[in-house]
């Protein structure tokens, strides 16, 4: 999959969070990827190769 994303991308990853939403916002990015839910507010912080593997799509691509 091509990195498409970027800073406020809302991306859909393969498993569901607890609350039951799978959209998330990316909110930090380097070689951690920090994503918000977009449900319950909830952050989780990722290595940026762990994300590039859970990423199902990107739903909204990052402003330029």
């Known amino acids: 999959m091509k990195n498409n994303y970027g ?3 809302i ?3 393969k498993k569901k969070h607890p609350c039951g939403c799978d959209l998330f916002k990316v909110i930090r990015v380097g070689v951690d990827i920090k994503i918000e839910c977009a449900n319950c507010g909830r952050t ?11 990423i199902k799509k990107v739903i909204e691509e990052e402003e330029k």
């Open 11 to 13: 991306v859909k990853m």
């Open 44 to 54: 989780i912080m990722l290595p940026r190769v762990d994300f590039n593997k859970k």
């Open 7 to 9: 800073l406020n991308s």
